[in-house]
């Protein structure tokens, strides 16, 4: 019965006229020429995403870090490497205007504050690396005059729910998902996730699933949520 | 009359009986759960000279980080993330003996001193990372009493013949080969590379062609100075 509801639901073309944007996959932060922090994200969540919207009648604007995906098609794609590129980049097309932004990227909350011209030398025992926080791309676009329904997603080891209801009353977001990575079976790199949908009024528990169907019922829930 | 005499030397199977260890790859530092430092290696050069290793004849031991390549036909691999893995799976192989040590791997020079069992939250404006240094595995391999024909690597992004020859003659090596990783046609990540290779009687120029190309080119040069 879900199944066909969702069918119906994607039959209907939910998302017909309306862009949307979903940044993917990890940033890089460079330490020097070769080295950089980066983080597990292997963007297959968002390039599933890209590819359900745009089969629910979406134009989407897939702004992705460094993964080995390929392009889904009909899907504009956007490459940026470092976490003030990808921000940039969003708060450009939210400035265009869009109507739906699905943050799944692993965006990284740090850089190094400086990078270094030249491939650092093994010369010392010890380095010391100062960090600085990096700009916080979805409560950044959930600010934005012209804000689009924002959907946040929260990967977490620990205390998951807490910090997902945390996360949606702090940045102001209309929906979260949230998974727990701290197992090997759902999360980063899998092929499979299982997510908590919360919004303001409710959740929804999307059991464990390949990504593709996850996406498609995420979508669709978006696609009711965003209507009403 | 250069590809015949490469030939010639891969039909005469050069490398029989002989067991070749092949570093290749990043390595992976984790900051906590789902960050990490980590570099730009792809881990190609060392995987076409695994193959092309196996194709003279040799037993080969491809020992890898995270890359996302498939493995050479008659190759065993064993795969790590970390530099003290590596280093750890490097001096079990060289104790248990090995003919010949081919470092391509970009192993991390520093870790974190602590890894954070949770994903560090966003809640300061500064981190403050302290890094120490990794065991030198090419190094280790090179002073160990069963010491195999070492053979290093040097991915430099500024004078880098004389940084070539020192980590030559530092380490101890065999042999090294160094290329200028700082243009975007050769090394990392590229199908390309240039070459230059330097022992402690000679040097020879590999110009730039293909990564299979060159690692045959390579192997083949191991070949004759590890009879010398």
């Given at each position: 019965e879900i199944i066909q509801q969702a069918a119906e639901v994607f039959d209907n073309q939910l998302l017909?006229?309306?862009?949307?944007?979903?940044?993917?996959?990890?940033?890089?932060?460079?330490?020097?020429?070769?080295?950089?922090?980066?983080?597990?994200?292997?963007g297959k969540m968002g390039f599933a995403l890209a590819e359900a919207a745009a089969e629910a009648g979406a134009k989407v604007?897939?702004?992705?870090?460094?993964?080995?995906?390929?392009?889904?098609?009909?899907?504009?794609?956007?490459?940026?490497?470092?976490?003030?590129?990808?921000?940039?980049?969003?708060?450009d097309v939210v400035e265009n205007g869009c109507d739906v932004f699905i943050a799944t990227a692993a965006v990284a909350d740090y850089r190094p504050t400086v990078t270094a011209d030249h491939k650092i030398k093994k010369?010392?025992?010890?380095?010391?690396?100062?960090?600085?926080?990096?700009?916080?791309?979805?409560?950044?676009?959930?600010e934005h005059a012209k804000r689009p329904f924002t959907v946040g997603f929260?990967?977490?080891?620990?205390?998951?729910?807490?910090?997902?209801?945390?996360?949606?009353?702090?940045?102001?977001?209309?929906?979260?998902?949230?998974?727990?990575?701290?197992?090997?079976?759902?999360g980063f790199n899998s092929d499979n996730n299982a997510l908590t949908v919360i919004w303001p009024?409710?959740?929804?528990?999307?059991?464990?699933?390949?990504?593709?169907?996850?996406a498609k019922q995420l979508i669709e829930l978006i696609a009711i949520r965003y209507k009403d």
């Open positions: 017909t006229g309306k862009h949307v944007v979903i940044t993917a996959g990890p940033t890089r932060e460079s330490i020097d020429p070769v080295r950089y922090i980066t983080n597990k994200s292997s604007t897939l702004i992705a870090g460094p993964v080995y995906l390929p392009t889904p098609s009909r899907v504009e794609r956007v490459d940026v490497i470092r976490a003030v590129d990808m921000y940039e980049t969003c708060m010369s010392t025992e010890e380095i010391h690396l100062t960090l600085v926080k990096n700009p916080d791309i979805v409560a950044s676009v959930a929260a990967a977490e080891t620990q205390d998951v729910m807490a910090y997902a209801q945390g996360k949606l009353v702090n940045k102001k977001l209309d929906m979260i998902a949230t998974n727990d990575v701290s197992g090997t079976n759902v009024s409710g959740h929804k528990v999307l059991p464990l699933a390949s990504k593709a169907q996850i």
